[in-house]
């Protein structure tokens, strides 16, 4: 499977600010995603990015709250912009896997909003 | 009604125990099954994938779909500590394919020595 990393693994932010997530894949992929995951909830999709294209946002989420950027076939970024406790959760970024059959997550980022 | 419904638990057995977890759904669209593994501050790792109704199998692990009951399980065999972990359902279309996966919320297990 592929080898994903993000960075940072974990931030505390105050209200208001902006933290960018990166998502490195080691291969080449068409479709990465980002999702949220809430204490007691589901793996929420926040958006769909491909390289080259704007990214697809899932009802609820907003481009101008959850800005994301995908320069090429192996990175992505999302921004959780003007942050308020509510946004406080872990962000996951994954990628479809080889056979295009299902995905393949990274380890997290763990955001706590103050 | 969630699409995808998962006992939370925690779920508490004594290492060498035999696990079943389920997962119930209300989508008859649903065709394609996985079950993730995370641990603690983890990102979900893909344990199992089935297609449709049956039994899948690998190592201790075995995956069970019945879709005319709306319900798939995962079996763990010879259960061991390590096993400690969330186990997440995830579920998808034929027609979304792998880019829309309907997950659970979830099922914590502790397998105690």
């Known amino acids: 499977s592929a080898v994903i990393s993000q960075k940072p693994s974990r931030d505390i932010c105050q209200r208001g600010t902006s933290l960018t997530i990166q998502c490195q894949v080691d291969s080449q992929v068409t479709m990465m995603f980002w999702y949220r995951q809430q204490p007691g909830q589901s793996l929420t999709l926040i958006a769909t990015a491909n390289q080259g294209s704007e990214a697809t946002y899932e009802s609820g989420f907003v481009i101008d709250k959850f800005p994301i950027s995908r320069p090429n076939l192996t990175f992505s970024t999302l921004t959780v912009s003007n942050m308020s406790p509510e946004d406080s959760s872990i962000y996951l970024c994954?990628?479809?896997?080889?056979?295009?059959?299902?995905?393949?997550f990274g380890p997290g980022t763990r955001l706590t909003v103050l | 009604q969630k699409e995808v419904e998962q006992d939370p638990g925690p779920l508490s057995v004594p290492e060498g125990a035999i696990v079943s977890l389920n997962c119930t759904y209300s989508n008859s669209a649903f065709q394609y099954f996985m079950w993730y593994r995370q641990y603690s501050r983890k990102g979900p790792e893909l344990l199992m994938y089935?297609?449709?109704?049956g039994n899948k199998e690998d190592g201790r692990f075995t995956a069970q779909v019945d879709k005319s009951s709306k319900y798939i399980s995962l079996f763990i065999r010879d259960s061991q500590p390590s096993d400690s972990a969330t186990y997440l359902c995830a579920m998808n279309e034929a027609n979304t394919g792998f880019q829309k996966l309907v997950f659970g919320t979830g099922t914590r297990l502790l397998v105690s020595p």
């Open positions: 089935t297609y449709s109704s």
């Open positions: 994954s990628v479809e896997s080889p056979g295009a059959d299902t995905q393949y």
